[in-house]
């Protein structure tokens, strides 16, 4: 059986994993899901010195006294396990990257959307240090099956996600470590994906070497809530 470490996404605690976590132990696995420095029931230490490092932390002493780990990082979670991943390739069996990708070497998530997006967030966060949570409402694309039910609880546990975590990036070495990787595509399809490489396109291009596999969920953009079921499957 496997020793697995769930990493949520933006403004996310572990509770997002609750569902997840429970088939996966009922399976016979164990299952580790972390709360990053700054949020959920761990918001009373958010701070400006707060980022991808503070955050790389946490999950290094989540994995503590597992010799091996499955690592499943959510969507914004990609910098800070990527990091971990490229660091600590002795550590891991398996990454698995849920409706997200590591981005390129001195790439942030802020950096990663659009001009419009960027200006709107810096906005938003003005002199704080924390970037606000997004209303969730039912709908379509990134929404995708999230029902009201999901939408309350969501708009009541989520907590605004630390600036430095959305702001910082980190340096990748030239030999990215051939440890298996998978994605599990809920928000476009593995076809698409599979067009982006071949067509070496700077954010996918390092998702064509032989360790990567891709599996689909479609959904919106939070399966551990719409699809939990199906995503604690493909675990």
């Known amino acids: 059986m496997a020793n697995y470490v769930l990493v949520p996404g933006f403004w996310l605690g572990a509770w997002a994993w609750d569902q997840v976590v429970e088939r996966l132990r009922a399976a016979g696995h164990q299952v580790r899901a972390v709360t990053l420095t700054g949020l959920a029931e761990r918001a009373g230490e958010l701070s400006p010195e707060v980022g991808v490092e503070t955050h790389v932390a946490d999950i290094l002493a989540a994995m503590d006294g597992w010799e091996e780990v499955v690592l499943v990082g959510h969507s914004g979670a990609n910098v800070p396990v990527t990091a971990v991943a490229d660091r600590h390739p ?24 659009d001009e419009d997006t960027q200006k709107a967030w810096r906005a938003q966060v003005g002199d704080g240090h924390a970037l606000d949570v997004p209303a969730f409402e039912p709908g379509e694309g990134q929404f995708a099956g999230l029902t009201e039910e999901h939408c309350a609880q969501i708009r009541a546990k989520t907590t605004p996600h630390p600036w430095g975590a959305v702001t910082q990036s980190v340096q990748r070495p030239q030999q990215i470590p051939a440890t298996p990787k998978t994605m599990v595509a809920s928000t476009m399809p593995v076809a698409l994906i599979r067009e982006l490489i071949a067509s070496g396109n700077p954010a996918f291009a390092a998702l064509g070497t032989p360790e990567w596999t891709f599996v689909e969920l479609p959904t919106g953009h939070w399966p551990m809530f719409s699809r939990p079921a199906d995503l604690a499957a493909l675990l």
Do not use: C, H, M
């Open 90 to 113: 002795e550590r891991l069996s398996r990454v698995v990257y849920v409706d997200t990708a590591p981005l390129p070497s001195g790439v942030a998530v802020i950096d990663f959307n």
